[in-house]
């Protein structure tokens, strides 16, 4: 892992903030700033999601629902930012603009993006991109960018796009592959591969798929999600560079 990305391996990432569930804490909303703002003052790094609206701005929420966590309805990509604002969080917040959350944070904590990948940024890529490259332009913080996609991994490399920004696949390798299985992760193996991929953030329940150990070898730095106990995160000790966790305090070390 190249010094300059040593942020991804330092300290551990709060799942969507320091979000809710936490002994002697108020509910606080996954995403919402009041999380971030928890994960500053507890010194965290940061995991949050991303989405493309239907007007083309970029929110941090994480379900392509709206309504687990609102009282709204209706998938967020077929929204405008004027009707997603109108659906508050339990903590009677807006959802935020990445430019909002970025404006938080400003450079205190690292930030790990995980950028939601649905029909209306593969419809819209280039648009998304161009929009993601203008609010992440002037941000002078560590951050790195990661997604499920495939697709969208590989739509940034081939345009070149963040190359200050390490960039990273979330995998869910299972411990044991099925034939089909094998075939499919053999695909995303070669594309974490080729498109010189700096970390994954690996399903901890996979984590001793021997895939694992090979892409360690190649200095792609091993990420793990997510993890809700000190239980699970002892018996990960050695295996990964940093974990991302929720609903307890985490003693990791790198």
């Given at each position: 892992m190249k010094k300059r990305y040593s942020f991804l391996t330092e300290r551990p990432f709060a799942h969507r903030g320091y979000h809710s569930n936490f002994p002697n804490c108020q509910k606080i909303p996954e995403n919402s700033l009041d999380a971030f703002r928890k994960a500053?003052?507890?010194n965290y790094s940061i995991e949050m999601d991303i989405h493309f609206t239907k007007d083309f701005k970029i929110i941090v929420f994480h379900d392509f629902f709206l309504g687990r966590l609102t009282?709204?309805?209706?998938?967020?990509f077929s929204k405008t930012l004027d009707y997603i604002k109108e659906a508050k969080l339990s903590n009677n917040q807006t959802i935020p603009t990445l430019e909002e959350a970025l404006t938080l944070i400003n450079g205190s904590v690292p930030i790990l993006l995980e950028i939601k990948y649905?029909?209306?940024?593969?419809?819209?890529?280039?648009?998304?991109?161009?929009?993601?490259?203008?609010?992440?332009?002037?941000?002078?913080?560590?951050?790195?960018?990661?997604?499920?996609?495939t697709d969208l991994i590989k739509f940034i490399r081939k345009k070149n796009l963040f190359s200050r920004f390490p960039l990273g696949l979330t995998t869910s390798f299972p411990k044991v592959e099925s034939l089909g299985k094998k075939r499919q992760n053999n695909n995303i193996e070669k594309v974490i591969v080729f498109n010189k991929v700096q970390f994954i953030s690996q399903d901890w329940r996979g984590i001793e798929n021997s895939r694992i150990k090979r892409l360690k070898k190649l200095d792609i730095a091993i990420l793990s999600w997510t993890i809700t106990s000190k239980e699970i995160e002892k018996s990960l000790k050695g295996l990964v560079?940093?974990?991302?966790?929720?609903?307890?305090?985490?003693?990791?070390?790198?």
């Open positions: 500053i003052e507890k009282k709204k309805t209706g998938f967020v649905s029909k209306h940024i593969k419809k819209n890529l280039e648009k998304f991109s161009n929009v993601l490259e203008e609010k992440l332009e002037s941000y002078k913080g560590p951050l790195a960018l990661m997604s499920f996609s560079d940093n974990i991302t966790f929720e609903h307890y305090e985490p003693d990791f070390k790198n």
